[in-house]
């Protein structure tokens, strides 16, 4: 049942990736700038010029230019950058490992601490304890990235010198991004967590599960956690997306190669291949997010299901 | 078999129930009737010891089952007995079960915890007790999803989980309500067959007086929080004595053909915060006098029954 529902998805996914696909391709036209101007040194002729657009294939028809470019996608071939002077794959995967560990790693942070902050926090009624995990997810879910990574840099490098500035050599340099970006990750699955447990707990049939004589620390990890992970799966599955993309600004701040890094380079220069292929597979990254949420929640819910299959 | 004395719960501040006693023994079925707010689902939470669940407290009074005080037992305790010789029917089946859960692995839960069997032993144990409540197929519905199953069935299901450990007393709070009125009348019969067959002692939390005239042997009357009647159920049908029990029955359709129409009470429960001085029942009572709102009655004892109303003698001499 759970694997007809996966392939369901799946082939849902098929016209989605279509969509995004053209808004991808046609979002760099859409863009200011030129990256044939980028190229051109000072005093180079209109036939210099013309030349290098032929050699790009930028003055054929949009439409043509769609189906050469997402030929090659489905080849495997990127096609080559056209400032950087070197094929798009190698960028893409020099970039990768490095969003991948810094993203993967925040991801684990956030939702370990994030989902036992949010349990302690629903269980332990506590006045000074509550207000106190209240403030934290309230500033955890509000203070910009860059700006507590630079908060970050001051204290822990700066003055203390625990860790380097910036950079990506070792792990030490891995601590203070994935605190930057782990921070408000922990603070939103705290309060989804700690919000969804509250309401499981409020349900009718718990007081039938007191009722059976069970404890209430087996009511809580047998029948309200599965409850609460509901929503939380499907917010964490919401930022498996966030691996690779949501490190844009910190990976600018820390100065650490990455998707990040390689996409805002790229877009600087309106280096047309390496935009697409980092949009692209930022694109499918959330994708691949999504459907792990709706696989994740119809594997813990039989009502969905049922309802979907 | 659970005798009730003078029950007190308050939630902070507030007093929603106090001065409620009853008793209920083995084979018998005791009827705990009144609005929405009167207290009836509170006096159930305090007899399973679960009001700190809601985060209220027992105030005063004893809850006694088979001669210990309830109220004074330590919670771990308490958890045998709860599922185990004390057993309760919730009252909407549709939100009672774990929808995350298959049915057969919640029944079994209780056979393992208080009858000590293993997994094996404990879903023979339930489709035993599936089959005994005229469930068709035991061992396909252990395999369902609560959403799979319709109200009445759910229902039953909640009743085996009460029954699987073969408790000395039920307390069904408004185990109908929710439920089509065919599968209403099923339910009622069902637990009046297992009252009689097993010997349990049944505690029927209902606002319906109809119900309580086909099962109960004994009625207590919830007003606002504290009992105003209580007595034989003939003796509180032939000749209610309270002005609001009166008005509960005349609230009973009776037959196709009805000359007069049917009688509702006027105004509702106060809440808690609202209690009235002296009778709860004196802003909605058509015999008030001066008295009520001031002192509270006291219960005035005729036989095998008691009303807590300043003119009993005078509403017993004209019933309604």
């Not at chain 1, 922990?186 to 447990?197: G, I, P, S």
């Not at chain 1, 990976?251 to 877009?267: D, K, M, N």
């Not at chain 2, 004074?72 to 909407?92: C, H, M």
Request: glycine share 10%.
């Amino acid at each position: 049942m759970i694997l007809r529902y996966t392939f369901q998805r799946l082939l849902m996914l098929i016209p989605v990736s279509f969509s995004i696909s053209v808004v991808i391709f046609m979002i760099v036209y859409l863009l200011p700038g030129d990256p044939i101007d980028n190229l051109l040194r000072v005093g180079s002729s209109a036939e210099d010029r013309a030349e290098l657009v032929a050699r790009y294939g930028l003055d054929r028809s949009l439409f043509v230019q769609y189906f050469v470019w997402i030929g090659n996608m489905f080849r495997g071939e990127f096609g080559d950058a056209i400032v950087l002077r070197r094929p798009v794959a190698d960028l893409v995967a020099q970039n990768l490992p490095y969003s991948l560990t810094l993203g993967g790693l925040a991801f684990l942070f956030s939702s370990t601490v994030g989902m036992a902050l949010g349990t302690i926090s629903a269980i332990v009624r506590q006045p000074v304890l509550d207000r106190l995990m209240r403030g934290f997810i309230l500033l955890g879910s509000t203070v910009p990235g860059f700006w507590l990574a630079l908060l970050l840099i001051l204290f822990f490098s700066v003055n203390l010198g625990w860790f380097p500035v910036s950079g990506a050599g070792g792990w030490q340099a891995l601590v203070l991004p994935v605190l930057t970006i782990g921070f408000g990750g922990v603070a939103l699955v705290a309060r989804v967590t700690r919000v969804a447990l509250l309401d499981a707990q409020r349900e009718d049939f718990v007081t039938l599960l007191h009722a059976k004589g069970l404890s209430s620390g087996t009511i809580l990890f047998r029948h309200l956690m599965p409850h609460a992970l509901l929503p939380v799966v499907t917010i964490l599955a919401l930022r498996i997306g966030w691996i690779l993309g949501g490190a844009v600004t910190v990976e600018f701040v820390f100065g650490r190669p990455g998707l990040g890094s390689l996409l805002i380079r790229a877009l600087g220069q309106r280096d047309y291949p390496v935009v697409q292929a980092c949009l692209l597979m930022l694109a499918l990254a959330v994708m691949l997010g999504t459907l792990i949420g709706d696989v994740a929640q119809a594997a813990m819910d039989p009502r969905i299901r049922e309802k979907k299959s | 078999m659970l005798s009730v004395r003078d029950l007190g719960v308050a939630f902070g501040m507030v007093q929603p129930l106090s001065g409620v006693s009853f008793s209920v023994g083995k084979g018998e079925t005791l009827g705990i009737v009144g609005e929405s707010g009167s207290g009836k689902s509170l006096t159930a939470m305090s007899v399973m010891g679960l009001l700190p669940l809601s985060g209220g407290r027992i105030t005063g009074g004893t809850v006694e089952f088979d001669g210990q005080d309830l109220t004074k037992l330590p919670e771990r305790a308490y958890r045998k007995l709860r599922g185990g010789r004390i057993g309760l029917i919730t009252q909407n089946p549709m939100t009672s079960l774990d929808p995350l859960k298959k049915i057969g692995p919640q029944v079994d839960d209780v056979a393992k915890l208080h009858l000590g069997l293993d997994a094996a032993a404990a879903r023979a144990r339930t489709e035993e007790i599936l089959g005994t409540l005229r469930i068709p197929e035991p061992a396909l519905i252990c395999d369902r999803y609560p959403h799979q199953m319709s109200g009445g069935m759910k229902q039953r299901i909640v009743i085996a989980m009460a029954l699987t450990a073969d408790p000395d007393v039920l307390i069904a709070d408004e185990p109908t309500t929710a439920l089509d009125v065919t599968v209403q009348a099923q339910i009622i019969r069902l637990l009046d067959d297992l009252v009689k067959d097993r010997d349990l002692a049944l505690v029927l939390i209902t606002h319906d007086m109809s119900v309580v005239a086909q099962t109960c042997d004994k009625v207590v009357v919830m007003y606002a929080g504290r009992a105003v009647e209580h007595g034989p159920v003939e003796a509180i049908f032939d000749h209610p004595r309270h002005p609001y029990t009166q008005a509960l029955i005349g609230c009973i359709p009776r037959g196709l053909v009805e000359a007069k129409r049917l009688t509702g009470i006027e105004g509702t429960v106060p809440t808690v915060v609202n209690y009235p001085d002296g009778c709860p029942f004196h802003p909605r009572c058509p015999r008030a006098q001066a008295v009520c709102a001031t002192e509270p009655p006291a219960f005035s004892v005729a036989g095998d029954s008691a009303a807590a109303c300043h003119f009993a003698e005078v509403a017993h001499a004209e019933p309604a």
